[in-house]
């Protein structure tokens, strides 16, 4: 037995030698990166279930009905971002409806009494997302679960909001925000929606060309992995919840404008929708996998069957079933796509390999090095 | 017709062939040993006869009739298993996890307490454990889980035993030894695995020797030869592995440890020294606190006492950041890579970049060509395949992770490296490179200090190693008295800090550590227990 | 040879330590929490505390009992379980719509509504245990769906619930004793039952270590499918006890639940990360839970801040464990 003969063997199972073929590679690997696929099917099905409205009415398609999904689904949009880094991160966020709502009816408080309406908007904002570091402070430092704590966050708020604003049911839009969110056009197209476009492209971005969006991810992909290659992850994950407080901030003064005013169930609606975006977007909900691409694809399927059900005379309700159907496809397709190490795995495959349950050669067993991650499901 | 025989079984995790077409026939009464190394397929190869996995391909009979694989370990009856990483519930007591999940039943239909103890207090008399029955498991100390292990397995009165490494942290074998030659005298058969040879040549009436997944020898009791089993083990003869030490470090210290405790670890009161280029190695089974030595030096750890010095300068490292910036900077390759080293999400060269992350950016913004390049050069100096680095490093073998593992480490530019076994669970090819490259670091100036539980790895590698035993330096040896048998008698307590010299345990054999083991840990545990 | 050197018995309990485990155990801290906020709040109340008054505290508490009762054996087998809301809202709505005011019909949408819930949970068990879902993510997906069938059956507030069916629930015994206090106690016995089975073992075993419990031969799969089942049940009758109290339907109603669900979970001192919890603590942290906003009541506290005090009491217990679980490592 020669050290060379082992040589051979050691690296028998080892595909493609140093350099060979990169630029063939280059977008296969890119197709093959987690979430990438996930994210180009859900475009696809956006892009066919706009024409495919027609079904439900023979008004669509139309660009009156594109137009109404992208403006509806830029205010889901806006508030996903926000939870989708969260999930990101490897956290999760219940805090959205209540910063929402505190944004808007702060924005609207500020400037009925008087103030300007541009100092209103960055004060409102800046209350958002102290909001979310509070939120992220709790988790990251405190090391209080996530899910408690943004629900603890979301229930002051909440229960603060309602008593600051005692005798004031709803708060009108300042002028500015109506002209802006609610009626402005550019060029033909609403205001509404190029800020849309504006928003997305610094969102992309931040998560996929900055340091902090790629710390985020390493964050998401393993909190000790992350500290021990040096990461200052308490300040990366407060910063998280921070700039989602942001984004619920954000959506919330958009709202304000498109609604004319501001009540105290303004982001009601938002929680349990932005979430389902989120999944439907494919990122994964124990962190580290996903993109706001496909967050956005998300939030317009869900924005346009949300749209199809309101064309036609069955009830509301259904909208809702049709949300949950949604995102269980969504998350069975993820399933199909397959975990990191097992490779791709088909759901039958997955379902008869289930004995083993996630048992894998080598049993992971993460020790309390340090702060241990405390979220779901960990 | 043997009692249990595993046909021609394969099993693949990705990329990764765990096993290929292993076939092995467990005769009644015999102990049959496994031998390999980490990574070799050894725990496939016991999840997938235990039932907990199923194989790709091939099949297990007990007396000839083959059995349903995958199903959990309650489908097989007939097969049970002290896994090596215990399957004992934490929360639950002693008595719950020995009946576990057939708890006996009162009238009520819920789980009767009274029934519960008195069985299993009569499993615990019968194989002689003497444990509180209503003790929660996590409240046991390391040493008394393995048993509880190996006694839970004892009492199904199963076909086949299957014992996983059953002595990692047992310091006396014979009441283990004992109840297997129990156990083959009533006809049953014993599946042996440890990397320890001489229980291996105590015990076993036959064996094989696993490497990449495949049987490539097998060995019988007469013609039991440890040079040849080490051989097959690795691949290749022992003495070619390592390459040649460098001509003597600089005498500069870079990492200087004095009276060094850790808070909640044995470790107290632990100097040791790395000079400028020198390869320093830790000697320890397990357990001994060599974790918690090189958690702290990297900041994961609380330090009670003592200083660290780097460069001749004092530092109070208190998270990894501050390691990787204390003087020339400290970096830590962990012990459990895909827990502790990578984002297995993340592609190969985002993976090596996070810690470089500010050093690739303008600003907030990550230049990708930048990025390429560094993430391109360190690959090549590794030998990483090109196109690994695009991919999710979760699906790239061992061999590749850790590679990338040591390259992230390496770009973060510290000249302090802490290598926490880093050839655990890898193929011998990429161990033979990993060797080269500390040696090649060390020339270079960087200093190394590496723990592993392969000691025979330790001496061919190392300029120096301390031994360390229950949490304190027992020994110190270079040049000479750099030895297996030296560092194994240090580092079961035999010699206390500052000796050093030739004789070793009593029935040791110069050549291969393991044969000293069970006879001076059976030595150890005399002083201990007066 | 006979005389190995077992190991010796090494569990001598310091009475320190006993004593921070106590303070360690969730289930004492809530019960300790309940009394003191009940005599607070009975000291405050005009006329001291009347069978009455209990009987508006116990009816307020207990569908936040079963709730979080459901919710726990979730949280026990590691997983989350957002259905709870759509559950309860489910159930609201269906008594409000279905049940007419007749013993035939009561028992009819009772056993009805029963079903629904344990069928959520079998398939929310069915997506967590054997598709392998991540739970928040399934379970919310049957959360919304479930939502959606609310609306669709009552889309906005209205309906009657029957008398004939919440009279009971809400009574009086013998005008002392009131009916929910039975049925918390009932709910408390169905714990001590439930964890005394094999199920119940099972339960913490999965909870504490999957591959663990699978190596020791658990059926993991088969455990979490009976763990969401069982929660699925526990929510109906949630739904149920909360119909009976508010007498009338809204689509909606099940939505503080998914927060409060979880908040006397957490009041209860539950471990988030699984294998650890009691039932009995979540029944006093549902208690807690509705003593507060009738503690600050007395207190002259506006009724607006409720909730901001209730977000900070969870937040106030959570840190509470911790800190005790680390005092206690030590």
């Known amino acids: 037995m020669s050290a060379q003969t082992s040589v051979e063997s050691g690296s028998a199972g080892q595909p493609g030698a140093a350099g060979a073929r990169s630029e063939p590679s280059r977008l296969r690997s890119f197709m093959r990166r987690p979430g990438v696929m996930h994210a180009l099917i859900v475009w696809a099905i956006v ?278 159907a949604i995102v269980l496809g969504a998350l069975v397709l993820s399933l199909g796509s397959g975990e990191s190490g097992g490779g791709r795995l088909g759901l039958r495959r997955r379902l008869r390999r289930q004995g083993g349950l996630g048992v894998g050669p080598l049993r992971e067993r993460p020790e309390p090095v340090g702060p241990g991650r405390a979220g779901p499901g960990s | 017709m043997a009692l249990v025989a595993a046909q021609n079984l ?27 190394e980490n990574g070799a397929g050894k725990s496939t190869f016991v999840k997938i006869l235990s039932g907990v996995l199923a194989p790709d391909r091939g ?22 298993t002290a896994f090596q990483e215990l399957s004992l519930l934490p929360n639950l007591t002693v008595a719950q996890n020995l009946l576990l999940p057939r708890l006996p039943r009162g009238p009520l239909g819920t789980v009767s307490r009274r029934e519960l103890h008195h069985r299993a207090g009569e499993i615990l008399d019968r194989w002689e454990l003497e444990v509180p029955l209503d003790a929660e498991v996590e409240s046991l100390d390391l040493a008394t889980k393995q048993r509880l292990e190996i006694v839970k397995a004892l009492s199904r009165d199963p076909k086949l035993l299957i014992l996983d490494e059953p002595t990692a942290a047992l310091a006396d074998t014979s009441w283990l030894f004992q109840h297997i030659r ?27 020797v696993l490497r990449n997944g495949a049987v490539v020898g097998q060995f019988a009791r007469g013609d039991f030869d440890e040079d040849s089993v080490i051989a097959q083990m690795i691949g290749r003869s022992f003495d070619a592995t390592f390459p040649p030490r460098s001509q003597g470090a600089s005498e500069e210290t870079a990492l200087r440890v004095q009276g060094l405790s850790v808070a909640d670890s044995p470790v107290t009161d632990v100097d040791l020294h790395v000079r400028r280029g020198e390869v320093v190695g830790v000697a320890a089974l397990e357990g001994q606190g060599q974790r918690d030595l090189f958690y702290a030096l990297y900041g994961l750890r609380r330090v009670v006492g003592g200083t660290v010095e780097v460069d001749g300068e004092p530092v109070s ?17 962990p012990e459990e890579r895909k827990v502790e080293a990578l984002f297995l999400e993340l592609s190969s060269q985002k993976n090596l970049t996070v810690p470089i992350i500010s050093e690739i950016a303008v600003g907030p913004f990550i230049l990708g060509s ?161 | 040879m006979s005389t190995v050197a077992a190991p010796v018995r090494r569990f001598r309990w310091p009475s320190a330590a006993r004593w921070r485990a106590i303070a360690a155990n969730g289930t004492v801290m809530s019960a300790i929490t309940f009394v003191v906020l009940l005599a607070i709040w009975t000291y405050y109340l005009p006329g001291g505390l009347t069978a009455f008054q209990l009987n ?6 207990i569908a936040l009992a079963f709730a979080g009762f459901g919710t726990t054996l979730v949280i026990i087998s590691g997983g989350f379980d957002l259905s709870v809301a759509g559950v309860v809202s489910l159930a609201n709505v269906w008594v409000a719509t279905k049940m007419q005011d007749s013993t035939g019909s009561v028992i009819g949408v009772v056993v009805v509504v029963s079903l629904i819930g344990l069928a959520t949970g079998l398939v929310n068990g069915f997506l967590v245990g054997f598709l392998g879902l991540e739970s928040i993510a399934a379970t919310l997906s049957t959360y919304i769906m479930l939502t959606g069938f609310a609306l ?40 001590l039952v439930l964890r005394r089975t094999r199920f119940g073992v099972n339960l913490f075993a999965v909870g504490a270590d999957e591959s663990a419990a699978e190596m020791s031969g658990v059926r993991v799969r088969s455990v979490k499918l009976a763990t969401y089942g069982l929660a699925g049940l526990m929510y109906a009758l949630a739904g149920l006890y909360y119909s009976a109290e508010v007498g009338t339907g809204d689509p909606n109603s099940g939505a503080p639940f998914l927060l409060t669900a979880f908040a006397t979970v957490a009041l209860g001192g539950a471990s988030f990360a699984g294998g650890r919890g009691s039932a009995i603590g979540t029944i006093f942290g549902a208690g807690v839970l509705t003593l507060i906003p009738k503690v600050l009541f007395v207190l002259g506290v506006a009724s607006f801040y409720t909730s901001v005090v209730q977000g900070v009491v969870l937040i106030a217990a959570v840190l509470l464990a911790i800190l005790t679980a680390r005092l206690v490592q030590r």
């Open chain 2, 317 to 333: 490292v208190r998270s990894p950041r501050g390691a990787l910036h204390a003087g020339s900077g400290i970096a830590l390759v």
């Open chain 3, 152 to 191: 669709v059956l009552l889309a906005a507030p209205g309906g009657v619930v029957p008398t004939t069916f919440s009279d009971p629930l809400t009574a009086l015994l013998g005008d002392t004793v009131p009916v929910a206090l039975l049925v918390l106690i009932g709910l408390a016995l169905v714990w």
């Open chain 3, 56 to 61: 508006n505290l116990l009816g307020l508490t």
């Open chain 1, 47 to 324: 892009v066919v279930a706009i024409p495919a409205s027609r079904i439900v009415s023979p008004a669509f398609p139309s660009l009156n009905q594109i137009e109404n999904i992208a403006v509806l689904g830029a205010f889901l949009g806006v508030a996903a971002f926000g939870v989708g880094l969260v999930i990101l991160s490897g956290g999760f966020d219940l805090s959205v409806s209540s910063v929402i709502t505190a944004s808007g009816v702060f924005a609207g408080a500020y400037v009925q009494n008087g103030g300007s309406t541009a100092l209103g908007i960055v004060l409102a904002l800046l209350v958002a997302a102290g909001i979310g570091a509070c939120s992220g402070i709790g988790v990251a430092y405190l090391r209080i679960p996530p899910f408690i704590m943004t629900l603890a966050t979301g229930t002051i708020v909440s229960g603060a909001l309602l008593g600051l604003n005692a005798g004031h049911p709803s708060r009108p839009a300042p002028q500015a925000l109506r002209d802006f969110f609610g009626t402005g056009r550019l060029l033909g197209i609403p205001d509404t929606i190029w800020f849309f476009i504006g928003f997305v492209i610094v969102a992309v971005v931040l998560q996929q060309l900055t340091t902090h969006g790629r710390r985020i991810y390493a964050v998401g992909n393993g909190e000790l992995v992350a500290t021990l290659s040096g990461l200052p992850v308490r300040a990366v994950t407060a910063g998280v919840y921070a700039i989602a407080g942001l984004c619920y901030g954000i959506a919330g003064i958009m709202l304000t404008g498109y609604s004319s005013g501001a009540n105290l169930s303004l982001g009601n609606d938002y929680l349990l929708p932005a979430i389902a975006a989120v999944v439907v977007g494919g990122v994964s909900i124990k962190g580290g996998r996903g993109t706001y691409v496909g967050v956005v694809g998300g939030t317009m399927l869900l924005t346009t069957v949300g749209n199809d059900i309101s064309a036609t005379s069955l009830a509301e309700g259904w909208k809702q079933v049709l949300y949950g």
């Open chain 2, 370 to 530: 930048r990025e390429r390049r560094r993430a391109r050069e360190e690959a090549k100096r590794l030998n990483i395949a090109g196109d690994a680095l695009e991919r999710p490093v979760g699906r790239l073998s061992g061999g590749n992770q850790q590679k990338v593992v040591l390259a992230k480490t390496l770009l973060t530019g510290a000249k302090i490296l802490l290598l926490f076994d880093p050839t655990r669970g890898i193929d011998a090819a990429t161990k033979l490179e990993i060797y080269d490259l500390v040696r090649r670091l060390a020339e270079d100036g960087t200093s190394v200090l590496v723990y592993s539980t392969e000691i025979p790895e330790l001496v061919g590698l190392c300029d120096r190693v301390y031994a360390l035993y229950e949490g304190g330096i027992t020994g110190e040896f270079s040049g000479e008295s750099l030895s297996e048998d030296n560092l194994l008698g240090a580092a079961i307590g035999h010699r206390r800090h500052g000796e050093s010299g030739s004789a070793a345990g009593p029935a040791a054999d110069p050549g291969h550590p393991e044969r000293a083991v069970a006879s001076a840990e059976s030595d150890r545990t005399q002083e201990s227990t007066t």
């Open chain 2, 10 to 36: 394969s099993k693949s995790f990705g990329e990764t062939q765990a096993l290929s077409d292993v076939s092995i026939a467990f005769e009644a009464g015999e102990v049959h040993g496994l031998l390999g």
């Open chain 2, 59 to 80: 099949a297990v009979e007990v007396d000839g009739n083959p059995v349903r694989l995958g199903g959990g370990s309650r489908s097989l009856a007939s097969i049970s």
């Open chain 2, 182 to 208: 129990d156990v083959t005298s009533r006809g049953a058969a014993v599946l042996y695995i440890s990397h320890r040879l001489a229980e291996i040549r105590e015990l076993c009436h036959r064996g094989s």
